[in-house]
């Protein structure tokens, strides 16, 4: 059963407004993935608000607390993620999508869907980059993606340099006239040294090729994880800056909480939301929808 219907019979069951009701919210919270004190925290909110809004409606009070604790990590305005369908790119600007995470989490998908987004909401043609060169499975799984998708796939052999991969993927775009790669990367847990190192060559075969050009860090989380998403976030965020986070798998075992916890303590927001096999199973996160949906206030709807 999807966790946001967990909520909703909740406070269905539990229509007062008790001390017992919100002992018993704050640990239904940390079974759907919030930290233990973000959920304290977070019931303590709603026990406040609801005695001073006098509200009647417990699950859209918190559906609203949970909102605006997403919104203090808004998604930076810019390029990408594209908020609008149909967005204007801005004119001449090369931008590098960099997927990051451990293997099996969807990193090579994910591009995919990327490249399908950006080319039907906003006739992009994006170049797929297959930077993990670690795995051989990799490189073929985006090559025939690319194919399906009409998209072009710059690759080398198996156990080649990721930075000259990027590198190509950079010659071709300037070459071509489109401003988008999107590079997939090995899924190895790096070590934080060598994470930072590779990623640090990468820059700087960018800086050469395209010096004005915008670098993106998405790391790729499995919604299914539910914390150990968060502790995945924390030792890649360590290592270096990154920009947002791609949830996938949200399907019917996703429970979701981990999203608060990614917003509220690493202040990283989620961009995309992956929940589905299709190529169109990819949505800009949107925090209003997430949070009704998670509050048990609207029933989920497509990826979103």
């Not at 305005?77 to 999508?97: D, K, M, N």
């Not at 090995?186 to 004005?212: C, F, N, S, Y």
């Amino acid at each position: 059963m999807k966790f946001a219907q967990k909520i909703k019979s909740f406070f269905s069951a539990k229509p007062n407004f008790s001390p017992e009701m919100f002992d018993d919210l704050c640990d239904l919270l940390i079974e759907g993935d919030f930290g233990a004190l973000q959920a304290e925290k977070m019931v303590a909110q709603l026990r406040d608000r609801s005695k001073k809004e006098a509200t009647e409606s417990l699950s859209l009070l918190l559906a609203t607390l949970l909102e605006e604790e997403l919104m203090k990590t808004p998604v930076p305005s810019g390029y990408p993620p594209f908020g609008q369908p149909g967005q204007a790119t801005p004119a001449g600007e090369l931008s590098v999508v960099l997927l990051l995470g451990i293997n099996g989490v969807g990193k090579t998908t994910s591009a995919a869907k990327l490249a399908n987004l950006y080319a039907e909401k906003c006739g992009l043609k994006p170049i797929l980059a297959a930077g993990d060169t670690f795995r051989a499975a990799a490189i073929d799984q985006l090559k025939i993606h690319g194919q399906r998708l009409g998209a072009r796939v710059v690759a080398h052999q198996h156990g080649g340099d990721p930075a000259a991969v990027v590198y190509d993927a950079v010659e071709a775009a300037l070459a071509g006239g489109t401003n988008l790669i999107i590079a997939d990367t090995a899924g190895r847990m790096h070590t934080k040294t060598a994470l930072v190192e590779e990623l640090k060559k990468i820059d700087r075969v960018i800086a050469t090729k395209a010096p004005a050009a915008k670098i993106y860090r998405y790391q790729v989380l499995d919604a299914t994880t539910g914390r150990n998403a968060l502790a995945q976030a924390e030792i890649f965020h360590e290592a270096v800056k990154l920009d947002g986070f791609i949830l996938t798998k949200f399907d019917s075992t996703a429970k979701g909480g981990v999203v608060f916890s990614l917003a509220t303590d690493l202040k990283v927001p989620v961009v995309y939301i992956c929940a589905g096999e299709k190529y169109s199973d990819i949505d800009v996160f949107n925090p209003r929808a997430f949070a009704r949906e998670f509050a048990g206030v609207t029933p989920p709807q497509g990826g979103a």
